[in-house]
């Protein structure tokens, strides 16, 4: 039986998320959208319960704590997964177009 882990969006996560619908409801005037991609994010977020290994290791961030990327749109959900505690711990959500690996 696969154990369920638990789902973590840490601080930074959670302000990257606040600054992305902040853009969409304000700069673009689309507070639904806004929202929609607030739902969207956590729900998808919280699906890394299960499985959350099917993502490939994309990077190891000083900490030796292997980054994951989970695509959602034009955006990607960065996450490592902590065994021991059987923890998913979301650090970032950031827009694709970036240069995502330097924000490691």
């Known amino acids: 039986m696969a154990s ?3 789902v973590v969006l840490t601080f930074r996560a959670r ?3 606040d600054n992305i619908c902040i853009y969409m409801a304000e700069r673009l005037s689309n507070p639904a ?3 929609r991609f607030s739902d969207g994010v956590t729900s998808s977020a919280k699906s890394l319960s299960s499985f959350p290994k099917r993502y490939r290791v994309r990077k190891k961030n000083r900490k030796g704590q292997e980054i994951r990327y989970m695509p959602f749109g034009n955006f990607v959900i960065m996450y490592y997964v902590d065994d021991a505690s059987l923890t998913v711990n979301v650090i970032r959500v950031v827009y694709a177009g970036r240069n995502i690996d330097a924000m490691i």
């Open 33 to 35: 959208a806004a929202s």
């Open 15 to 17: 302000k990257d998320m």
């Open 4 to 6: 369920t882990f638990s």
